[in-house]
């Protein structure tokens, strides 16, 4: 009966590993820790830096004025947790295009901040979407979400 219950738990494991595989999932914080930067909780950095920039890498020619407030003033309610950073700004890129993790930029600081917009789960059991195609080939299976 054991051998049995164990069998069957390595299954499910197996087919947990294979569907998160397909849709490219690994785990928030696999994804966060991926460029070996150093992070310090400071949820008052709006207080401190009120020019935080939540834009900083969605910057378009064509987006105004007022559509880059709004979108500042709607995240910043959606975020629980700020932590300043000692990334670069090709980390600070390339942890957005591949993990589409939120990253501010803190102008009074000179620093890249990470923006958590979720609460209560463990950053191992917090899934994350790996969107970089060429990344996951390369590291899909070193990566896998395997909860």
Known sequence: ????????????T????????????TDYATAVNWCGNHYVLLNNIAVIDPELDLCWARDDDDTETLEREALRKGAMEEIFQFFVSDMSEADAKFLRKTFGLLIAYSPKLECFVLC????????????????????WERNGKDIVLKF
């Open 1 to 12: 009966m054991k051998k049995e219950l164990e069998t069957n738990k390595t299954d499910e």
């Open 14 to 25: 197996n087919e947990t590993i294979e569907r998160n595989m397909s849709a490219h999932l």
């Open 116 to 135: 958590v917009d979720h609460y209560g789960t463990s950053w191992r059991l917090t899934p994350c979407e790996v969107f970089d195609n060429d990344f």
